[in-house]
């Protein structure tokens, strides 16, 4: 048996879970078309007055995997402006951010066990890991806390969404 890679561990997962948050978003519009409300509904959705609302969650989601796949690969991360104000422009950066995952070369992130990682922090010192230690114990875990959350947020807001759907083909 093979050990997994770290690009087998990290970029078609995250490609994998931004396709389902694709077909989520697709059901929402649909959802508000059936209902007959704007989808402007869903951008400021929370499950709590302190949480970060549903377009940051994606912001969050997208930032977290591109920002992993740079860092293994010993990129900078893209940067996007984190102005969507539509559920089209978030389709959209998901597909962007897909795009991009997708688009760095396997041989650019393998290896990367060992690869200081830095995370910058708004307050403090910033975080250190090994390339292994983040993608398994900061960034997966992030990006999922993330793509949960607008998950969570679309059912709450009646989607009709399921495990499967959740989970994807």
């Given at each position: 048996?093979?050990?997994?890679?770290?690009?087998?561990?990290?970029?078609?997962?995250?490609?994998?879970?931004?396709?389902?948050?694709?077909?989520?978003?697709?059901?929402?519009k649909a959802h508000a078309e059936a209902k007959k409300f704007s989808t402007d509904v869903y951008l400021t959705l929370r499950l709590a007055p302190d949480m970060l609302p549903f377009t940051k969650q994606i912001q969050i989601a997208s930032?977290?995997?591109?920002?992993?796949?740079?860092?293994?690969?010993?990129?900078?991360?893209?940067?996007?402006?984190?102005?969507?104000?539509?559920?089209?422009?978030?389709?959209?950066?998901?597909?962007?951010?897909?795009?991009?995952?997708?688009?760095?070369?396997?041989?650019?992130?393998?290896?990367?066990?060992?690869?200081?990682?830095?995370?910058?922090?708004?307050?403090?010192?910033?975080?250190?890991?090994?390339?292994?230690?983040?993608?398994?114990?900061?960034?997966?875990?992030?990006?999922?806390?993330?793509?949960?959350?607008?998950?969570?947020?679309?059912?709450?807001?009646?989607?009709?969404?399921?495990?499967?759907?959740?989970?994807?083909?």
């Open positions: 048996m093979n050990p997994i890679s770290m690009h087998d561990a990290s970029a078609p997962v995250f490609a994998k879970m931004l396709g389902n948050m694709l077909s989520w978003l697709e059901a929402a930032d977290a995997a591109k920002g992993c796949i740079a860092r293994l690969s010993g990129q900078e991360p893209p940067k996007f402006e984190d102005n969507e104000a539509t559920l089209d422009e978030l389709i959209e950066r998901i597909r962007k951010t897909r795009d991009y995952v997708l688009s760095v070369p396997a041989a650019a992130v393998n290896g990367s066990e060992g690869r200081e990682i830095t995370i910058p922090r708004r307050v403090g010192e910033p975080l250190k890991f090994d390339g292994s230690t983040y993608l398994r114990h900061f960034a997966l875990p992030n990006f999922y806390f993330h793509a949960t959350t607008t998950y969570a947020l679309l059912r709450h807001a009646g989607v009709p969404l399921g495990k499967t759907d959740y989970l994807g083909g």
